[in-house]
């Protein structure tokens, strides 16, 4: 029984307690209009019905109506009722009449989910025995590619980017891209960790959009690394300049040891970058122009002739130069690229030099389809054809490439000719 009577002494104090304090917040909160700042209007209940008059003020009233000259009081108004739902009751002007961005930055960062996305690469190739050397490769169905993406945003002006490949023939090759992306430089973005190695067109751009199976041997050799991919630092980005043009900026340091490798082997880092002006005019069939120079120099450990034993290893020292022309229209597409390279072995002291170009044309059909032609050399020891065509767009979901591949030097002799069907979907 004094428990029952405890328990309904404590629950009358908590009715008091939220009544008092709902009462006095409504006599605190200003006559404004919500969001706007404005006093607001009294119920029309109180314009067209006034309240009837206390008896103290009637017994005042009368009292003044017999005294000569009395000054009249004035009318009492009643508190606003304790029962008024919160739904009507205004918001504090410091609130209302905040901005939307002012509100966004009070409320803070929400962290985003992140982005997921990837590709799938495969392809059949057919070997023909036209080389002077009697073995040939044998046909083959390969998974080229399967990457998977995680991109996102961890602040307003922190992002990250994750990319791996599950289908890579090496553990240390899973890995892809794993950088922070500081947005500190307007148009600019800063990239701490593995990523790409800025230099010219090819290497760089994203291998779902080109129009060859294989990359051209020159991008291969001259035009990276160790690998495509190192450990370092990144500043990517643009300057508008307008009209249509704009300066494109992009430079690496990296560590120099290649993909995935934490520890670098040398005392210096490789510095790789590009410098362009790009022009695109929406009015002439979509017409965008790239042109660019790209530079890089630095050294690595290079594995020799045998890649597991470490006596042939030699330290080379390296520069590159090269420039690159990309032009893009709605009836065809076009890219070119010439670089040079200068390397030195240290540890034999023996010097060589070397270069290479491509050139690429594509044509553009009304059906997202056409034709491919592709012309890419490196010194005296590799020459190659490419011909074929393709169907769908460097945007497109799916898209499929035919090449043949005319080899006609490889390690300065004939070599084997290569067919290619190739089949891509993007998700």
Same mark, same amino acid.
């Given at each position: 029984m004094r428990t029952s009577t405890f328990l309904e002494g404590w629950?009358?104090?908590?009715?008091?307690?939220?009544?008092?304090?709902?009462?006095?917040?409504?006599q605190a909160a200003p006559d404004t209009e919500p969001g706007t700042g404005a006093p607001t209007a009294p119920p029309l209940a109180e314009v067209d019905a006034p309240r009837p008059p206390s008896s103290n003020a009637i017994e005042a009233s009368a009292a003044g109506a017999s005294a000569p000259g009395a000054v009249p009081s004035p009318p009492v108004s009643s508190p606003p009722s304790a029962n008024a739902s919160p739904a009507t009751s205004p918001e504090p002007a410091t609130q209302s009449a905040l901005k939307p961005e002012a509100k966004s930055k009070a409320e803070g960062w929400k962290l985003k989910p992140p982005k997921l996305s990837g590709y799938i690469q495969v392809h059949f190739r057919h070997a023909f025995a036209t080389g002077t050397d009697p073995q040939v490769d044998y046909n083959d169905f390969r998974v080229q590619r399967a990457r998977l993406i995680v991109k996102g945003e961890a602040l307003p002006w922190l992002g990250y980017d994750l990319e791996v490949d599950?289908? !890579?023939?090496e553990v240390r090759g899973i890995m892809r891209d794993a950088f922070?992306? &500081?947005k500190l430089i307007p148009r600019h973005e800063l990239r701490v960790g593995q990523?790409?190695?800025?230099?010219?067109?090819?290497n760089v751009e994203s291998s779902t959009k080109l129009y060859a199976v294989n990359r051209a041997e020159v991008s291969d050799a001259l035009s990276r690394g160790m690998n495509l991919r190192d450990l370092g630092v990144g500043l990517i980005g643009n300057v508008k300049l307008g009209a249509g043009f704009r300066i494109e900026d992009?430079?690496?340091v990296v560590?120099? !040891?290649?993909?995935?490798?934490?520890?670098?082997?040398?005392?210096?880092?490789? &510095?790789?970058?590009?410098l362009g002006l790009r022009y695109k005019q929406a009015g002439a069939g979509d017409l965008l122009v790239r042109l660019g120079a790209s530079g890089g120099i630095g050294d690595h450990i290079d594995p020799g002739g045998d890649s597991v034993d470490p006596s042939d290893d030699f330290r080379l020292e390296f520069k590159r130069l090269g420039a690159d022309l990309e032009v893009d229209q709605r009836w065809f597409f076009a890219s070119a690229e010439y670089v040079h390279g200068w390397d030195q072995d240290i540890t034999n002291d023996e010097r060589s030099d070397t270069g290479g170009y491509y050139v690429n044309l594509i044509g553009k059909m009304p059906w997202r389809l056409g034709p491919i032609a592709r012309y890419d050399a490196l010194g005296d020891e590799f020459a190659r054809w490419t011909f074929g065509a393709f169907y769908g767009l460097p945007e497109d979901t799916f898209r499929v490439l035919l090449n043949?591949?005319?080899?006609k030097l490889k390690d300065g002799l004939r070599s084997d000719d290569k067919a290619y069907a190739w089949l891509q979907v993007r998700f």
């Open positions: 629950a009358l104090c908590a009715l008091l307690l939220v009544s008092q304090t709902r009462v006095a917040h409504a599950p289908r !890579a023939p922070l992306a &500081f990523q790409k190695t800025q230099f010219g067109y090819e992009a430079v690496t560590n120099g !040891a290649g993909l995935n490798v934490q520890a670098d082997d040398t005392r210096r880092k490789d &510095f790789w970058g590009r043949y591949e005319y080899r």
